[in-house]
C-alpha cells in the first residue's frame, strides 16, 4: 500500500472499530434487563453449559456443578414477587469428572396472580399432559432463575445461574421466537449483575395465519385469533386495496377461536389492472392484518413463497392471482384479470 493511502486505511480501521462496539453494546442493552440490579449481595452463580427456551415453550438448562462438590439432589427455581417455581435437576455425572444438572420443562402463560405460593414443575413428564396444564404457568414479568443445591448432609445452598449470549447469527432461524401455540413471548435476558432471568411477555391481540390453499377456483384461508377481545360474531374478513381504500367482505366461518373463509376474488379485480390487497380481519375499530407471525423464520417472505396461479370464477373468467407473505409477515394478494374480467372491485364494499 502506497504512503498516500495509508492514512485513509487507518481511518477506515478505527472507524470499523467503532461502529463494532458500539453494535456490540447496543446488542448487549436489548438483551439486558433493568431490574434486579442495585441493592442485591453478591452470590455464587453457577455457569451453564446450555441455557434457552426452544421452540418458543420449552425451557432447557444443562449447569455445570461447583467442582468438588457432593450433592445429594439439586433443582431450579424460578421466582418472582412471592412466588417460586421449582423445577427437579437431574445430576449426570460426565467422563471428564465434571457433574451436569439438566432438566427440561414446558413453559406456558397463566393469568394467576403471582401471590406468595410455590409450584413444582412436572419436568419432561410433563410434555406429554393436555396443552394449557403441561409445565410451569408463569405470569407475565421477569422471573429470576436460580438454583437450590442440596448436600448430603441436608444443608442447602443457593446460587444464581450467570446469563448466556445469545448467538449473533443473520440466518433463517431468529435466536428467539414466541410460542406458536398461545402467542406469549418466552425470553431468557441477563439481569445488570450478569445473572440469567425469564421475561415472559403477554401475547397481542393478533390474528395469525394457519394455511392458505390455492386451487383452481378459490384461495382458502385459515387462522386463528390470538388474544381475542371480543366474540367472534365482532369479526369480519376484508380485503383491502393498497393505494385506494377500497374493502371488500368475505363471508367468515367460525369453529372456536379457528376461522375460515374463501377470498372474495370476484370483488378483488378490476379488468386488466395489477391490483395488491391486504387480508385482515375487522374487529370494531380494530383491522387485524392476517400474518404468519408465531414462527421463528427471520425473513418469511424469502422463506415461504408461493407461485402465480391462474383461477377461473364462477362466470368464467380467468384471473392470474399470487398470494404470498410480505416481509411483515402478513398475507397480501396481487391480482389482474384477464380479457373481459369483471369491474368489481371499484365502489364495493
Known sequence: MSDALLPYAVGAAKRARRV?????????????????GGGIPPRPALRPLHLSVLGGRTLNA??????????ASARLELARGGRVHRLPL????????????????????????????????PGLAGLGLTPGRAGLG????????????????????????????????????????????????????????????????????????????????????RGRVVAPQAPPAAYTAQAVRRGGG????????????????????????????????????????????IGRRLTDLRRRNQVIRTSFRIIALEDGSLLRVHAYITSAGALAVSCVGFEGAPDGAEGRV
Do not use: C, N, Y
Not at 62 to 70: E, H, K, Q, R, S
Open 90 to 121: 437431574e445430576l449426570e455425572p460426565q467422563p471428564d469428572g465434571t457433574l451436569l444438572l439438566t432438566a427440561t420443562t414446558a413453559l406456558r402463560l397463566t393469568d394467576a396472580p403471582a401471590g406468595t405460593g410455590t409450584d413444582t414443575g
Open 138 to 221: 408463569l405470569t407475565p414479568g421477569l422471573w429470576r432463575v436460580g438454583t437450590v443445591l442440596t448436600r448430603p448432609d441436608g444443608q442447602e445452598q443457593r446460587t444464581g445461574v450467570a446469563a448466556v449470549p445469545l448467538p449473533a447469527t443473520d440466518g433463517p432461524i431468529a435466536p428467539v421466537s414466541p410460542d406458536p401455540a398461545g402467542g406469549a413471548h418466552f425470553r431468557l435476558m441477563r439481569s445488570v449483575d450478569g445473572f440469567a432471568v425469564l421475561k415472559v411477555r403477554a401475547p397481542a391481540h393478533q390474528a395469525e395465519l394457519d394455511t392458505f390453499a390455492l386451487r383452481w377456483d378459490r384461495i382458502s384461508v
Open 246 to 289: 377500497a374493502v371488500v367482505q368475505a363471508p367468515l366461518e367460525w369453529d372456536g377461536d379457528a376461522f375460515a373463509f374463501d377470498l372474495p376474488l370476484a370483488g378483488m379485480v378490476s379488468g386488466r389492472k395489477a391490483l395488491r390487497w391486504d387480508i385482515q380481519l375487522q374487529q370494531g375499530r380494530t383491522g387485524l392484518k
Open 62 to 71: 444443562a449447569l455445570f456443578a461447583p467442582p468438588g462438590t457432593d450433592l
Open 20 to 36: 463494532a462496539v458500539r453494535m456490540r453494546r447496543r446488542v448487549e442493552r436489548l438483551h439486558t434487563a433493568p431490574a434486579f
